[in-house]
């Protein structure tokens, strides 16, 4: 089973593109892929144009099956909404004894439906994240080409130590994915010099990275997914690299694992 939660406390950088491409990816590698949005911003099921008829603050509250709240948007995708109600549900963890385990209970017989369970998590510090975190165990952190996404990723690394400390749970992360990457920015060489420094000090690789590419916004206002709107765009071959990186990472290895192209 691949397990990740795409983290970054900074806003923007590129969190629930990679989420989204990253699922489609898997799945055209024959994974069947369940995507779980837990941004009350409603990030997913905008950048998609769905019309969900279930959502995540009813599978997490009401408890209702996955079945009735998963919307199929691909053969081998489904997708578990958020919108504003998601609020609702970190009011109701705050509460909740033992609330960083919630996935794990919920998400207990999702092996047999499915081979991947991906998180898109808000930019800021919550319950939900915390409980994707420690359902998923892996934390794949996206980074733009700015300062501040250094300090949101220090950000995530910090919950999965808290995490780790607390709850003894073995947490990790993969990678640092560089996204909206322009070698003709000085900010750019800036911060992959920040984030190598940060890997050689923690041990977490930076992996290869997605470059800047204006497909990734026409296909956002078309609402579709990058593989349907432009199947040779730049970031689509770079997310194509990227998740041969992750599934080696994770020890999982496919055709595609074994050709990474050379940059
Ligand atoms: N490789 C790329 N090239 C160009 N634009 C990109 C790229 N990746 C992401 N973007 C754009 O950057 C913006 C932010 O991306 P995205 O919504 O994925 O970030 P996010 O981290 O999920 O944001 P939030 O923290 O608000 O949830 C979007 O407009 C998206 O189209
Ligand atoms: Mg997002």
Redesign the pocket.
């Known amino acids: 089973m691949i397990t990740i939660t795409v983290s970054?406390q900074r806003?923007?950088?590129?969190?629930?593109?990679?989420t989204l491409t990253l699922a489609r990816h898997l799945a055209e590698r024959g994974r069947r892929v369940l995507v779980i949005d837990t941004?009350s911003?409603g990030?997913v099921y905008l950048a998609l144009g769905l019309h969900p008829q279930g959502w995540l603050h009813q599978f997490v509250n009401d408890g209702l099956s996955i079945k009735r709240v998963a919307t199929n948007v691909h053969e081998r995708i489904d997708i578990i909404c958020s919108d504003r109600r998601t609020m609702r549900v970190e009011v109701s963890l705050g509460a909740a004894t033992a609330k960083e385990m919630i996935f794990c209970s919920l998400l207990s017989c999702v092996e047999q439906r499915y081979d991947a369970v991906l998180f898109?998590v808000?930019?800021s510090i919550s319950h939900l994240q915390s409980c994707a975190i420690a359902y998923t165990k892996n934390v794949i952190v996206?980074v733009a080409m700015d300062a501040l996404s250094i300090e949101g990723a220090r950000s995530s690394l910090q919950t999965i130590e808290v995490l780790n400390h607390f709850l003894r749970l073995g947490c990790r992360c993969l990678g640092f994915l560089p996204?909206?990457v322009d070698h003709r920015l000085s900010a750019t060489e800036l911060v992959l010099n920040a984030l190598n420094s940060q890997s050689a000090s923690s041990g977490i690789p930076v992996l290869r990275g997605?470059?800047?590419?204006?497909a990734?916004?026409r296909a956002?206002r078309k609402q579709k997914f990058l593989h349907d709107f432009d199947r040779r765009s730049k970031?689509l071959e770079d997310y194509g690299v990227a998740c041969t990186e992750i599934l080696r990472l994770l020890g999982h290895h496919d055709e595609q694992t074994e050709t990474l192209p050379a940059r």
Not at 11 to 18: A, E, I, P
Not at 210 to 214: G, S
């Open positions: 970054n806003g923007g950088v590129g969190k629930t593109t990679t941004d911003q990030s898109d808000a930019p996206p996204t909206m997605i470059r800047t590419d204006q990734v916004n956002l970031a």
